[in-house]
């Protein structure tokens, strides 16, 4: 990035550095699963069953971000900005819990899936300034591209007949997304080189992951993933596949590709500082 900066410098009219984070909303969402919750309770005398099940939709691209950025001024109006952004995403909760409470015993039979996004999107955009002063407005229109993994943690717990408890978690990467964003904001000015600046935008962007590979397993507080066969514990996602292949335990498990909402509406804070400015 300094090497940009420099070569940048002989034609740019200023250089500046930015720094900042904010939350994003989720936005373009798609079903990530259900939660289903069934209670049995019986007295002796009467018993009853209650059950609820709820849709689970959301976006990966959901969640805290923090960002650096460094750019130019190509003039006072038009500006070119690299900008670095870290997705720590929001945690979904989707399974199935099931509960019992009878006169002589009571227990469950839990299955609870969590699953989150990380990772870093790279984000070259232009941006037009219409105003100079204590406060000066913008507009930014530029391109994504990520490589985010999904993390999916798995829990299973059963007390029914005897205890039984697994811990097991899958990540999805390998993939590429390429997607745009839009955004508008201030600058607001506190000195001469230095800004604090407001964003509000939006990020539109689908994932498809290309492997994914079980990095734990835990039965009962025994790790035993390594005991595992590699078609347990390995994925390759194709958009195409023969259904038909032979099985092999020594290769990964092929199966059908999945998209991976990433979209959001977000809002940031941060400063803005000025390297360098060209004399007028």
């Given at each position: 990035?300094?090497?940009?900066l420099l070569s940048a410098a002989g034609i740019a009219q200023g250089i500046y550095l930015r720094a900042g984070g904010g939350y994003g909303l989720p936005a373009a969402t798609s079903k990530l699963g259900e939660k289903y919750v069934h209670a049995y309770t019986n007295t002796g005398t009467s018993s009853t069953n209650t059950y609820s099940n709820e849709i689970i939709s959301g976006s990966y691209g959901s969640g805290g971000n923090f960002s650096v950025s460094a750019g130019y001024e190509i003039n006072r109006?038009?500006?070119?900005?690299?900008?670095?952004?870290?997705?720590?995403?929001?945690?979904y909760e989707t399974g199935n819990i099931n509960t019992i409470k009878d006169v002589?015993?009571?227990g469950s039979d839990k299955q609870i899936i969590t699953t989150s996004s990380k990772g870093f999107y790279f984000n070259p955009a232009l941006v037009f300034s219409v105003g100079f002063g204590k406060a000066a407005p913008y507009g930014r229109l530029g391109v994504l591209a990520a490589s985010p993994k999904i993390i999916r943690d798995?829990?299973?717990?059963?007390?029914?007949?005897?205890?039984?408890?697994?811990?097991?978690?899958?990540?999805?990467?390998?993939?590429?997304?390429?997607?745009?964003?839009?955004?508008?904001?201030?600058?607001?000015?506190?000195?001469?080189?230095?800004?604090?600046?407001?964003?509000?935008?939006?990020?539109?962007m689908?994932?498809?992951?290309?492997?994914?590979e079980m990095t734990q397993n835990t039965q009962n507080g025994t790790d035993v993933l390594n005991q595992l066969p590699v078609v347990q514990k390995q994925i390759l996602f194709k958009?195409?596949?023969?259904?038909?292949?032979?099985?092999?335990?020594?290769k990964p498990t092929i199966a059908g590709r999945g998209a991976s909402p990433l979209s959001s509406l977000n809002a940031q804070v941060g400063i803005r500082f000025l390297l360098w400015r060209k004399p007028e």
């Open positions: 990035m300094v090497m940009i109006n038009f500006l070119f900005d690299l900008n670095v952004q870290y997705l720590i995403g929001k945690k002589t015993y009571s798995e829990y299973y717990y059963y007390d029914l007949d005897g205890t039984d408890t697994r811990n097991i978690r899958w990540q999805y990467d390998k993939g590429l997304a390429v997607g745009f964003q839009i955004g508008v904001g201030f600058n607001w000015k506190l000195t001469d080189k230095l800004d604090f600046y407001t964003e509000a935008g939006f990020i539109n689908t994932y498809y992951a290309k492997e994914g958009k195409e596949y023969d259904p038909n292949l032979p099985y092999d335990a020594a």
